[in-house]
């Protein structure tokens, strides 16, 4: 049934009761089946709602009135959460939020494939739900972001935080985020504050000026070393030293502080030019017993235990195969690599970032691994010009993807189907573009024996999944 038939008009008010949360965070409700997506609401709630969009298969609305509240509904521990856009569902109890997102990888496969029944586990939940990130990044600028409640007496041009809900240029100004611990709490709020007082000029996205861009805390979940990186539009070495020397004196667990330069106009924080301006130039943190360096600007799980539990599965479903040649794309740092060395016979990984593939050499060299070798490799080429290469290794009999959120390039998608192994594990963090590819690998002989969904990112929509497929 579309809009037409049950006249359905924007800017109507009209009474829903919400089933669902699709992928994205939004709630799902429906008229004799007509679909109305509602954003911020939750399972169970009885709303009243005004249609802001409609189209002839589906509806978009936003929440007027709380008619009956979610049976699984509690009090946000953030006086941001109405405003930021960082979490969804921290007014959701977290046993509610692994069922939601164990639903929306099976409204994928149901509605975006034809590959059901699939054997979905239940999601293994974060081992924390609380300063589970070790890693925060703070937007700077002079246009803030005026809260519905509990405004802050802070001046308007004045703001160092998170951006507003889909908007580049207003950001929500914070004295503390509970995705990070206590420790970078209070490093966060002493340099806003130090900000504050010295008046220090905020970036302006429109006219692009302004010195302070961003502020990046990261922390060694079992070293507790914490680097600071500053992103400013000037070298701050000068203009940072006050700060800095204050800092290293009352935290003497911050190991190193950084100052990233760029001058781009575009919403990044990386790029530019690099400064060390106290300690070393990276911080340490291991997975799995497997230590890594991790510069400013390198990737690094930002859930560390979290990410112990993803590789945990991956290892598990590449371990009942004995002793293995595996064959690891996408493989980054060489962090699942490492991190299957004890149950391979031999792991190879191909990466496109040079960068990262002389990281993943050195993090081998480092931990005193020697049966895993990387490659740089453009894969949407590599399988079809390296033939020379790729008949000299042995053929793997375990291929292990983690792909970017678009997925795979279907050539070369094609390609991997032809290296014949009899395992395929696929790692994602998007589960539309992993069914999508899943039901490629199933057209050319593959079956999905599992999917396990891995919660890294509690109070957000976001969840990974791993996907064992055998041939």
Request: net charge neutral; aromatic share 10%; proline share 5%.
């Amino acid at each position: 049934m579309n809009a037409a038939q049950i006249n359905i008009k924007k800017n109507q008010s009209i009474t829903i009761t919400v089933d669902s949360v699709g992928y994205g965070g939004k709630g799902i409700a429906r008229l004799d089946n007509f679909v109305i997506f509602v954003r911020d609401a939750l399972p169970g709630q009885h709303l009243k709602v005004k249609i802001i969009k409609k189209k002839p298969s589906f509806a978009e609305a936003i929440i007027e009135e709380i008619i009956t509240q979610s049976p699984d509904y509690i009090d946000p521990k953030c006086i941001y959460f109405n405003d930021c856009g960082g979490c969804t569902f921290q007014n959701l109890q977290y046993s509610a939020q692994l069922k939601i997102k164990k639903q929306q990888i099976e409204d994928v496969y149901t509605h975006l494939t034809k590959l059901t029944p699939v054997k979905i586990l239940e999601p293994l939940a974060s081992p924390e739900i609380w300063g589970y990130r070790n890693k925060m990044e703070f937007s700077a600028g002079d246009n803030r972001w005026l809260m519905k409640e509990n405004d802050p007496e802070t001046p308007k041009d004045f703001a160092i935080g998170l951006h507003a809900p889909r908007r580049f240029d207003k950001i929500l100004d914070v004295k503390e985020c509970f995705l990070q611990n206590d420790a970078r709490n209070k490093i966060f709020a002493d340099i806003r504050k130090w900000m504050h007082e010295n008046k220090i000029t905020l970036d302006n996205p429109r006219h692009h000026t302004g010195f302070l861009r961003n502020i990046m805390i990261r922390e060694g979940a079992y070293t507790n070393e914490i680097m600071i990186n500053f992103i400013t539009r000037e070298n701050g070495k000068e203009i940072l030293k006050p700060l800095i020397d204050d800092l290293i004196a009352d935290y003497p667990e911050i190991a190193s502080v950084v100052n990233n330069v760029t001058k781009s106009k575009g919403q990044t924080s990386q790029g530019g030019k690099e400064f060390l301006l106290y300690g070393n130039s990276v911080i340490h943190d291991t997975i799995g017993g497997i230590q890594y360096e991790i510069s400013a600007n390198a990737f690094f799980q930002t859930n560390t235990k979290g990410a112990e539990q993803l590789y945990g599965v991956v290892r598990n479903f590449a371990g009942e195969t004995d002793k293995p040649i595996i064959w690891d794309f996408y493989s980054g740092t060489g962090s699942i690599a490492l991190f299957l060395a004890d149950v391979a016979k031999k792991v190879y990984g191909f990466e496109v970032v040079s960068a990262a593939v002389k990281n993943a050499n050195k993090n081998t060299q480092k931990n005193n691994i020697n049966n895993c070798e990387f490659f740089e490799a453009n894969l949407d080429k590599f399988l079809q010009t390296n033939q020379e290469l790729i008949q000299s290794l042995p053929p793997p009999d375990i291929v292990v993807m983690d792909p970017p959120r678009a997925g795979i390039h279907p050539k070369f998608l094609k390609q991997i189907v032809n290296l014949g192994a009899s395992k395929i594990i696929y790692v994602s963090c998007n589960p539309s573009t992993q069914a999508r590819d899943i039901e490629q690998l199933v057209a050319h002989g593959y079956k999905i024996e599992k999917i396990q969904p891995v919660d890294m990112f509690p109070h957000t929509w976001h969840i990974e999944s791993v996907a064992l497929l055998t041939k």
